[in-house]
């Protein structure tokens, strides 16, 4: 398990100069990223409010919430070191705190809660252990807080499978070659997705760590049915 999780860290470290060049060329993948954080709904433009940014990568996904909540303290964490050197450098995040830290267990390698919102996008699929990590990332909202999973799930339904290997062996696999040189983080990409909870799966593995209000909300575009935010809050 540990060796799996550190060659998935060190391919995001190899793609990382180039990888929002690639994320830039999904259709919709910046509005997709900005739903999910606008489903947060975090008022007065996130005053007074502490945001976690779980799973950062390069930052894309902590771009909306800047946008969005720009009176927060905004906190990034990932594992990926050279993810994070990328997001470090963008003008546009200089207020974002960002830590090095283990998605797994987010408390103990950098991120201090209580936080009264996390998005964690892309980053679940990626947990050896799911029920650990949501474990764990419950502890750290503070009471009624909300988070937002904006993640792939594709397996209650045969056309989202089809959907996503057609679009992952015709386009993303082919461009991450011309674009990366490698193709390994995205066909592992394609695998991850297939093994992932379906919807109903997942939203009963979130109830079992504890989260209520839990719903699913979809996405536009070719992605609608393969892509979504799971939205739940910590008990009042």
């Known amino acids: 398990m540990q060796r799996r999780k550190a ?51 390069t930052g894309l996904s902590t771009e909306p919430l800047v946008r969005l909540y720009p009176k927060a303290a905004i906190t990034g964490l990932d594992l990926s070191d050279g993810m994070l050197e990328k997001a470090r450098k ?27 919102a996390i998005l964690m996008a892309y980053g679940i699929r990626n947990m050896p252990d799911a029920d650990t990590c949501l474990a764990n990332v419950i502890r750290l909202l503070a ?17 989202s499978r089809l959907v996503w290997n057609l679009v992952m062996f015709l386009i993303v696999i082919p461009l991450a070659f011309v674009t990366t040189g490698s193709t390994d983080i995205f066909r592992y990409l394609r695998r991850s997705v297939l093994e992932f909870d379906g919807k109903r799966g997942f939203e009963e593995r979130l109830g079992r760590a504890g989260f209520t209000d839990i719903e699913t909300l979809p996405i536009d575009g070719w992605q609608r049915g393969v892509l979504h935010t799971f939205r739940a809050r910590r008990p009042a």
């Open 143 to 159: 009471p009624g807080g909300v988070i937002c999973l904006h993640e792939y799930s594709v397996n209650d339904s045969r056309w």
């Open 90 to 116: 963008k003008e546009s995040l200089r207020s974002v705190v960002f830590s090095s830290g283990d998605g797994m267990d987010p408390a103990a390698t950098g991120a201090k809660g209580p936080f009264d």
């Open 7 to 57: 060659q998935i860290f060190s391919a995001f470290d190899r793609v990382a100069s180039r990888y929002d060049l690639l994320s830039g060329l999904n259709p919709g993948y910046h509005k997709h990223l900005q739903w999910s954080a606008e489903r947060l709904e975090v008022e007065n433009e996130g005053e007074g409010s502490r945001i976690l940014d779980l799973c950062c990568g």
